[in-house]
């Protein structure tokens, strides 16, 4: 069975303050890897995709990177907008048809 | 382009009612997907439709059922709902599975 687990459940920071957010997999088939952002209220708004080992993706102050058994999310830099809940999930398995499974997320404070 | 729309976002049902949610994907995209979302599971995927066939379900009971349509709108029916039913209801699409999916704004649930 697919298994993700993110830590830590919360974090809070001070703007400006950098720090990592982790999500370790164990899955049958990596076929990728996929990291959001939800909004209180709101669906998860997709961030990265990743889908092998070394593989490294940036968007403004967010940089996603991976190996064969985690993946982290790093934050340069934070602003206080960055404060959501950070969702991280894998789709695995041979077949031609699969689903995302979640972990439960870490949720991020950033204060002025 | 217009996102994903789920309607209603808000909805209120009284034990043993039934209720259908409704999702129309991002034009295009015929791979729909839907999750539950609850505070103690976190997202939890129910089933996904591809081209009107469901490939693959969940671990819920037969009271989730779904459906989709020749012009990839879907829809999810619960029936003889339960307390423990109320939760964020998440519609997902996406043009090919290995591409990031796109999730709605959600439907609440509450069941009293």
């Known amino acids: 069975e697919d298994q993700v687990t993110q830590s830590p459940e919360a974090l809070r920071l001070q703007e400006g303050e950098s720090s990592s957010l982790n999500c370790s997999y164990t899955?049958?088939?990596?076929?990728?890897l996929f990291w959001y952002r939800q909004d209180p209220g709101k669906g998860p708004e997709f961030l990265f995709t990743?889908?092998?080992a070394g593989e490294e993706k940036e968007k403004e102050r967010l940089k996603a990177t991976l190996t064969k058994k985690e993946s982290f999310l790093h934050i340069t830099a934070p602003k206080p907008e960055d404060s959501a809940t950070y969702l991280c999930?894998?789709?695995?398995?041979?077949?031609?048809?699969?689903?995302?499974?979640f972990g439960k997320g870490t949720m991020l404070l950033v204060s002025p | 382009k217009a996102g994903v729309t789920q309607t209603p976002r808000y909805l209120i049902k009284t034990r043993g009612q039934q209720v259908t949610l409704s999702c129309s994907p991002i034009?295009?995209?015929?791979?729909v997907s839907w999750y539950q979302q609850t505070p103690g599971q976190g997202l939890q995927f129910l089933f996904e439709?591809?081209?009107?066939?469901?490939?693959n379900k969940g671990n819920f009971p037969g009271r989730f059922s779904g459906r989709q349509f020749s012009n990839s709108r879907s829809e999810m029916n619960v029936s003889t709902l339960e307390l423990g039913d109320s939760a964020l209801y998440l519609c997902?699409?996406?043009?090919?599975?290995?591409?990031?999916?796109?999730f709605g704004s959600g439907t609440r649930l509450t069941v009293v």
């Open positions: 997902a699409s996406s043009l090919r599975q290995t591409y990031g999916y796109t």
């Open positions: 899955v049958s088939g990596l076929r990728g």
């Open positions: 990743l889908y092998s």
């Open positions: 999930a894998v789709q695995a398995g041979d077949s031609g048809y699969s689903t995302l499974t």
């Open positions: 034009s295009g995209h015929r791979s």
């Open positions: 439709y591809f081209s009107e066939t469901q490939r």
